[in-house]
């Protein structure tokens, strides 16, 4: 069975409209990034709304909506074992300390966002499974750091904003304070491997949509 999100249940249904909209963000790149997509049958999809219980292999999964990130995102707990599955609402997390916001378009939400990880901590659980990269805990400092580490980033794409520059150059200029912090938290390397799964200005462009679309540039 696949379980999603009611809202992206009709995508992996039908994934035309989805892959023409990461398209537009990825172009050349998708193909070689995600490979291919084929429909999931109407049979095996279990759409959720958050709330839901899940019985898997002999346990028990509690269901909690997460968007923020994405309208669609859901996360997972396993209280037996304390882990919860958040896949990209808790962030990027490389070289043991280095921690990103994935924040690409269209569907950031910043108010949304913090909610989920309340959401998340009021499970109390003692580590996450992170889709980048892996398991971390304690859950409690890393739900803290990351959410100083999406406001300052949100906060950094604000001022390129406000700066007066156009928008290629207010792009431009976070991309290259991103990459230069990134370097000093991973090195060069990482970096580039960072760069292959997601380019840097989708976080700026994410970011910019959301400032934008709250009125205060």
Avoid at 31 to 41: H, K, Y
Avoid at 49 to 68: M, Q
Avoid at 72 to 85: L, N
């Amino acid at each position: 069975m696949v379980y999603v999100h009611e809202r992206g249940a009709r995508h992996l249904a039908d994934p035309s409209r989805l892959l023409a909209s990461a398209t537009r963000l990825y172009g050349d790149a998708m193909e070689r990034m995600w490979g291919r997509f084929d429909p999931v049958p109407g049979e095996r999809l279990r759409p959720l709304a958050g709330g839901e219980r899940i019985s898997l292999g002999g346990g028990e999964l509690a269901v909690a909506y997460t968007p923020g990130h994405a309208v669609h995102h859901v996360s997972y707990f396993d209280a037996a074992s304390g882990m919860a599955f958040v896949g990209d609402t808790c962030g990027i997390r490389r070289g043991g300390n280095f921690m990103v916001a994935a924040t690409p378009p269209p569907d950031v939400d910043l108010e949304l966002w913090h909610a989920s990880l309340r959401t998340i901590a009021a499970w109390n659980p003692v580590s996450l499974f992170l889709a980048h990269f892996g398991i971390t805990q304690p859950a409690a400092a890393h739900l803290t750091q990351f959410a100083d580490v999406l406001d300052r980033t949100a906060q950094q794409v604000l001022a390129t904003l406000r700066s007066g520059m156009d928008d290629d150059a207010a792009r431009a200029s976070f991309v290259e304070a991103f990459r230069a912090d990134a370097r000093r938290g991973v090195g060069a390397q990482d970096v580039q491997a960072m760069e292959a799964a997601g380019p840097i200005d989708d976080i700026w462009r994410g970011l910019a949509r959301y400032w934008r679309g709250t009125g205060v540039v």
